[in-house]
């Protein structure tokens, strides 16, 4: 059979033979108790294998050039990674296809004469397939923010917001750090920068103290008035 064959650029003479093949994968697997069973893939990309003689004096035969010259086109291909477009025109088949040249060998079968044999695969662009993708359902709930921050400087008392130490002017009681890892309370002189803490906010005034603080104040504060109250009493003696 008589073929015309281009590959880029590259017209090719004295082709005896043209196989074109493609396959997929396919994973076997033993069932329990029901036989083994067969998983297809998807289909791999096709492939062809061309095999032309050559040579490098005119012998007549048509199209023909210096075998040199045209194995000097084929290592450029060969070398160059861009898609080539793969002509085949026969009494059977016209086939025009992107591929990538694969493998190139060649052999002397006698003096001025080259066998040659092209391995060529399919060239398919690579794409992220934008639409039509299923979407898939997260287990679980939504995240929640933590509670905790770093410590930016803990030597600045007049940024609370980065969690440095500062006295609330209603009671003087200083912001109280809780260690993430341990629960317990930590003196913030001692803190890093970056440092992960924990801070009680006390109310909307961003004023932060500890449970025990808040009882403690109000001990503090119930003693006063009652002190007062007796100056007062002593006074009216």
Partial sequence: MAYEVYLGGCALYGVSTVEESASRGVTEHDGIGSGA?????NAGLKNWSIRLELTQQNLGQEGWRRASEVLDELRDLLKNKNEQRLVIISDRQKLSKPVLLRDLKYETSYQGVYSVT?????YIKGQVRASGVPSVTRPGTRPKAPDTFKALNTYDASQTAQGNTVSNPDTG????????????VINPVGLKDDAI?????EDANSAFITEQQKEQAAITGVMASAYEEYESLLGAE
């Fill in 118 to 122: 092209l391995s060529l695969i399919e």
């Fill in 197 to 201: 803490v924990r801070v009680i906010r």
């Fill in 173 to 184: 009681v200083t912001n109280v750090y809780t260690d993430v890892d341990i629960g317990k």
């Fill in 37 to 41: 069973f067969a998983i297809p893939q």
